[in-house]
């Protein structure tokens, strides 16, 4: 079945710095890729959709200079934390939408878990 | 706008014993996907089932069944005969039909089996 490889699983960084969280669709093409992130014992919530060789959009309320989104081929999808605070210490998830319009899924990555020092 | 409830946050129960996870969704949309999936603490999610809107059939998958009622907006998952390893967080979850169509989560069920 579809695999989404999710790098790196856990990343550990000093507050003003940039991280670079990795989603790639190993057997098949992702024309969108969806970003989540979970903040302990609660639900995932949408950051952004991207869709390969567009801007991504965003939902309401996320900055969308803080957290970068890179779409720039079918099997990959980027997501750059940037100028990283304690605060956007989080569980960041992505998900590529799978199949077709009458049988379509949702293949998740195996999450990132970003701690800010 | 869509919406899970799953109005329950924390279950707990002994081994063997059967557990309902009720999931109650809006929505104005006529066909959609519901979905359920467990989190186990590693954080990767696991996709248990996917259910179009216009098939009603309930579900069964070994100790698993899904209850799909139309009538009253929900998709009840229950588990028969709990084991330890089910314990995990379970999510419903609700999209549109089509391509690109984002998941909309519930809160999730932390669901504790003990021995």
């Known amino acids: 079945g579809a695999v989404v490889s999710q790098h790196p699983s856990r990343v550990i960084c000093k507050s003003g710095t940039s991280v670079k969280i990795e989603c790639r669709s190993l057997?098949?093409?992702?024309?969108?890729m969806f970003w989540y992130r979970q903040f302990p014992k609660q639900s995932l919530m949408l950051m952004a959709t991207?869709?390969?060789?567009?801007?991504?959009?965003?939902e309401q309320g996320v900055e969308k200079d803080k957290f970068l989104i890179n779409h720039a081929s079918l099997t990959l999808s980027t997501l750059t934390v940037t100028s990283a605070h304690p605060e956007d210490s989080s569980f960041y998830i992505c998900?590529?939408?799978?199949?077709?319009?009458?049988?379509?899924?949702?293949?998740f990555g195996s999450g990132t878990r970003l701690t800010v020092v | 706008a869509q919406k899970v409830t799953q109005a329950q946050t924390e279950i707990s129960v002994v081994e063997k014993e059967d557990v309902t996870l009720d999931c109650v969704y809006e929505?104005?949309?006529?066909?959609?996907?519901l979905f359920w999936y467990k989190q186990p603490p590693s954080g990767e999610l696991v996709f248990l089932i996917r259910?179009?809107?216009?098939?009603?059939q309930n579900e069964i998958s070994g100790r698993y069944s899904w209850n799909f009622q139309k009538s009253t907006s929900s998709f009840n998952f229950t588990i028969t005969a709990s084991q330890v390893v089910d314990s995990a967080v379970y999510f419903c979850?609700?999209?549109?039909?089509?391509?690109?169509?984002?998941?909309?989560f519930g809160k999730g069920i932390t669901l504790s089996v003990r021995p």
């Open positions: 998900s590529a939408g799978t199949g077709t319009l009458t049988n379509y899924g949702y293949t």
């Open positions: 057997d098949f093409q992702a024309t969108t």
């Open positions: 991207s869709n390969e060789g567009s801007k991504a959009t965003y």
């Open positions: 979850a609700l999209s549109r039909t089509g391509a690109n169509s984002k998941l909309t």
């Open positions: 259910r179009n809107s216009f098939d009603e």
């Open positions: 929505t104005r949309d006529t066909t959609y996907y």
